[in-house]
């Protein structure tokens, strides 16, 4: 089992939409989580992190984190055409603090 | 301006033909490392450097080297590529945790997209 799984989607949503993307993971052994943005031909950014424990919001993105279902959820409100990328979820190995494990990544489409 | 360059950013090779994906960053980043990223499998660790001189496997390395003479660079070489090293080839920088860094904060390149035949 993979330590952290995504869905790969697509997700194709309407400008406006709440946005909802997720991740699972197997190792409750660390103490935070990252949400990396990646538009295309492009290289991910660090959208937001989050400890694993409650939300985290910025702005219209909340990051959430259930350690009871071992859940990742990303949230955007009022999405935008300028919202369309490739979300992945991250974390860190034990004892690695950015040597990341990524998801497989969720390819989300805003369309006006 | 901040960045890490990777070049080539595309490559088209055939097998066995060695090759080297150069990576700089401007930023004085103790940690650079190599990802590859496959669809379906997302991105995975080929090497890091966590300082000048000093490396270390990451999840994926068979069939590549790297070599970090200097703070800034960290080139990747492929020595005998094969077509399973088809990809999109990520380098990345992090300032260590004494440098200020947001935690787990990853500064990527652009990417270079290899296809070997």
């Known amino acids: 089992q993979k330590e952290v799984e ?4 697509p997700l194709s949503v309407p ?4 946005v909802s ?11 935070y989580f990252m949400w990396y943005r990646q538009y295309s031909r492009k290289g991910p950014e660090l959208l937001m992190y989050t400890y694993s424990s409650g939300n985290k919001e910025d ?21 935008q055409p300028s919202d369309s990328a490739t979300y992945l979820c991250a974390k860190p190995p034990r004892g690695g603090y950015n040597k990341l494990i990524f998801g497989a990544g969720t390819r989300l489409a805003v369309h006006p | 301006e901040a960045q890490v360059t990777q070049n080539p950013r595309y490559l088209i090779t055939v097998t066995g033909k060695k090759l080297t ?20 499998l997302g991105l995975r ?5 966590m300082n000048v001189e000093v490396t270390d496997k990451g999840d994926v390395p068979e069939g590549y080297k790297v070599s970090r003479k200097e703070k800034r660079n960290f080139p990747l070489i492929l020595e005998s590529p094969s077509p399973n090293q088809t990809s999109l080839y990520f380098c990345a920088s ?20 290899l296809t070997v035949l």
């Not at chain 2, 260590?96 to 860094?101: H, I, L, N, T, V």
Request: charged share 20%.
């Open chain 1, 59 to 79: 702005g219209r993105f909340t990051a959430q984190v259930d350690k009871s279902s071992k859940y990742i959820s990303l949230f955007i409100r009022d999405s």
């Open chain 2, 94 to 113: 992090s300032p260590s945790p004494g440098q200020g860094a947001r935690t787990g904060e990853l500064f990527f390149g652009e990417g270079s997209r």
């Open chain 1, 15 to 18: 400008e406006g939409a709440i």
């Open chain 1, 21 to 31: 993307l997720n991740c699972t993971y197997s190792n409750s052994a660390f103490q």
């Open chain 2, 45 to 49: 660790q080929i090497y890091y450097s």
């Open chain 1, 6 to 9: 995504q869905d790969p989607g």
């Open chain 2, 21 to 40: 994906v150069t990576c700089s960053q401007n930023m004085n980043h103790e940690y650079m490392s190599w990802y590859r990223q496959d669809p379906g």
